[in-house]
């Protein structure tokens, strides 16, 4: 979810206005503007496989696979919601006009950070979640805050166990906001997929309630605005 735009400053929302912004909200979640895939590992030096396999209920899903020569571990990238596994494109419209306001018109491009990991010592699975990047679409394209994402998690830590070449490796989970709320519900959900992951960084965890209330803050929206009926 992006910010809205902020009002001009002293702007007072009249009651239609207010009611657009609450129903753009909640169209951000009914039908997510899908990021694109702007970057690739060989851009910074690194071999990559691309990889297709199926989250724990059956969606598609598109990612790199990529390896890092006699590493011992594998880490598994889960990405933030808007973006897709090689970043966000918020300098570019219409994404530009839809970070702009909480100071976000900037570039974010994830593919530099595989490389510190792969330098490191660790085999990359870097992917898109459900409804973001090239993955498959599910439950109406609608976004879960991390509770149907979490069926992504677990698929893809299937597929690490399937690989003959990775299967007995450490696993550990870099999940960002959307992917941080998708790996703790999938832990919650399927405690056992969960039984061989020595370590997660989960960077930005967050609630659709705090996404809300600093969209509507932004926006100048009285808390008495959202709440009464």
């Given at each position: ?5 902020a009002?001009?400053?002293g702007?007072?929302?009249?009651d239609?206005?207010i ?5 753009g ?9 899908r990021a694109p895939?702007l970057?690739?590992?060989d851009?910074?030096g690194?071999d990559f496989?691309?990889v297709?396999f199926?989250?724990?209920d ?10 890092a ?5 594998v880490v598994?990238a889960?990405?933030p919601?808007?973006?897709?596994r090689?970043g ?6 219409p994404?530009?006009s839809?970070?702009?306001s909480?100071g976000?018109a900037?570039?974010?491009?994830f593919v ?7 330098d ?8 898109d ?10 439950n109406?394209g609608?976004?879960t805050?991390g ?13 690490v166990?399937?690989?003959p070449d990775?299967?007995?490796l ?9 992917g941080a ?11 056992d997929?969960?039984?061989?992951v ?16 600093r ?5 100048g929206v009285?808390?008495s605005a959202s709440t009464?009926?």
């Amino acid at each position: 979810m992006a910010d809205p735009p902020a009002p001009p400053s002293g702007a007072r929302l009249s009651d239609d206005e207010i009611d657009g912004l609450l129903q753009g909200i909640a169209d951000g979640f009914r039908s997510q503007l899908r990021a694109p895939v702007l970057h690739t590992p060989d851009e910074v030096g690194l071999d990559f496989e691309d990889v297709t396999f199926p989250s724990a209920d059956g969606v598609p899903l598109e990612g790199w696979f990529i390896p890092a020569p006699g590493a011992d571990r594998v880490v598994v990238a889960n990405h933030p919601s808007g973006f897709s596994r090689s970043g966000l494109p918020s300098h570019l419209e219409p994404w530009r006009s839809r970070w702009a306001s909480s100071g976000n018109a900037i570039e974010v491009d994830f593919v530099p950070d595989y490389r510190i990991l792969h330098d490191a010592g660790y085999h990359v699975l870097a992917y898109d979640l459900r409804n973001h990047g090239l993955s498959g679409a599910a439950n109406g394209g609608i976004g879960t805050s991390g509770l149907f994402e979490a069926r992504d998690v677990v698929g893809s830590l299937r597929y690490v166990r399937s690989r003959p070449d990775i299967r007995e490796l450490r696993i550990g989970l870099l999940s960002r906001c959307l992917g941080a709320n998708a790996t703790f519900a999938a832990m919650t959900q399927s405690p056992d997929a969960f039984s061989t992951v020595r370590g997660v960084v989960a960077v930005q965890p967050l609630t659709t309630r705090v996404i809300l209330e600093r969209q509507l803050a932004l926006a100048g929206v009285p808390t008495s605005a959202s709440t009464t009926g």
